[in-house]
């Protein structure tokens, strides 16, 4: 009896084991006929084709269609494919407002972004722009604040109304990310310099002082001769750095022009600080006036056009008033239509005069644009370091400046 009970135990067993494993494998290739459909449902979308499946084999359905159509309606049009896949967009703009729409619905907000920025550039949607509706419909961001304020003089009052609301939502969002962050770091970068200037002698922090001079205790007279005294500062009595933005506004800097403008709203914002900021093209215009409001600022840009460095840089130097505690920050991918010889001199001589000079070839989320590597050598030359910032470095970037530290830390993590 125990023999036949082993027997049929042992039975079951296999037989459970034997079911188990049918399941999993069942799962299994449930999970990976999932996964294809998957796959195939992916690649049918990114490469088209009419609702049949051709080239994928893959037909869609439920919201399928209507993603497949929006996709159609911006990347099909205008190809001569052939393809069914979409409409196109055509110059309607309550149409362009409905596509709008539906890409928000299907799509998360980075991706609506950049299928807004291709719209823009494959079907120029520029015009439509324009029309105040269009500007309820789009999905703001700093492209899109870029390629309105190139529209900056073109716009009607009423458009203008609903464009001054797009780009006060994305400087708000901007300020939230930046302000913070540049204050705190900026604000212990001027402590630290204060420390180390010429203190008077009721600034003067005598147990900091102590600590710097222990080097130097006379034992003989049991007292330290200070070689160095160390103060506490006077950061809300007087400006202690003056800052001076240059900004290139040609059409390729766009992001770098919102970016510089948000950034000076803030370094204005703080007292130990004289903050000054020039865009320029062919013309120079200061906005240095305009620093209480980012928005206003920004609207005061006009995107595209020449440029002229030199007479930007020779702009510049009338505002230097205190050399060696003058940072000049020229933000611009050098490409000159200007003298270029004598906005080298120019450099060279503010350098001379103990200005930190530090150009940007941008600021802004994209990395190294295209630049004129003739021009960034010859600053190099000139111990003028030119590189691309990030948003998120451009604080340590600053503080770095204010303390007159090597910024080569610095621009490798920008690099990074």
Avoid at 91 to 119: C, E, H, K, N
Avoid at 148 to 168: E, G, H
Avoid at 211 to 216: D, F, M, Q, T
Wanted: one cysteine or more.
């Amino acid at each position: 009896m125990d023999e036949q009970h082993d027997s049929e135990q042992h039975n079951s067993e296999q037989h459970n084991s034997e079911q188990h494993n049918s399941e999993q494998h069942n799962s299994e290739q449930h999970d990976n006929e999932q996964h294809t459909d998957e796959r195939l449902r992916r690649w049918r979308l990114a490469l088209g084709g009419a609702a049949g499946g051709e080239g994928t084999g893959y037909g869609l359905t439920g919201a399928d269609v209507s993603i497949d159509a929006a996709l159609g309606a911006l990347y099909d049009s205008g190809e001569g494919t052939g393809s069914q896949r979409g409409a196109g967009l055509g110059a309607s703009a309550p149409r362009v407002a409905r596509w709008l729409g539906d890409i928000r619905q299907y799509f998360p907000s980075t991706v609506v972004q950049v299928m807004q920025a291709d719209a823009i550039e494959r079907l120029d949607l520029t015009r439509l722009l324009l029309e105040p509706e269009m500007l309820d419909a789009v999905e703001p961001d700093v492209h899109l604040v870029g390629t309105l304020l190139s529209l900056n003089r073109v716009m009607p009052d009423k458009s203008k109304r609903a464009a001054r609301k797009v780009v006060a939502k994305v400087v708000a969002e901007l300020e939230r990310r930046v302000a913070q962050p540049t204050r705190t770091a900026l604000a212990g970068a001027l402590n630290r310099a204060a420390r180390i200037n010429r203190p008077r002698h009721h600034d003067i922090d005598w147990n900091r002082t102590i600590r710097a001079n222990l080097k130097h205790y006379q034992a003989e007279h049991r007292t330290v001769v200070p070689e160095r005294l160390v103060g506490y500062g006077r950061r809300a009595q007087s400006v202690q750095r003056d800052i001076v933005l240059c900004v290139d506004q040609s059409g390729s800097m766009a992001a770098s022009v919102v970016y510089s403008g948000v950034f000076a709203a803030v370094l204005a914002s703080m007292r130990s600080l004289k903050t000054s900021l020039v865009v320029f093209d062919t013309a120079v215009v200061d906005l240095t006036e305009r620093l209480q409001d980012p928005v206003d600022v920004l609207f005061g840009t006009q995107l595209g056009g020449g440029t002229d460095i030199n007479r930007a840089i020779a702009y510049g130097q009338q505002l230097v008033t205190r050399p060696r505690d003058t940072i000049f920050v020229l933000i611009s991918d050098l490409y000159e239509g200007g003298v270029r010889e004598e906005m080298l001199r120019r450099v060279a001589a503010m350098t001379a005069a103990g200005v930190q000079v530090i150009v940007l070839l941008a600021l802004s989320d994209e990395g190294a644009p295209d630049y004129d590597h003739e021009n960034a050598a010859a600053l190099a030359a000139l111990g003028v370091p030119a590189f691309a910032c990030t948003p998120d470095v451009f604080p340590e970037l600053m503080a770095a400046a204010i303390e007159r530290r090597d910024l080569r830390g610095v621009i490798e993590k920008s690099k990074a």
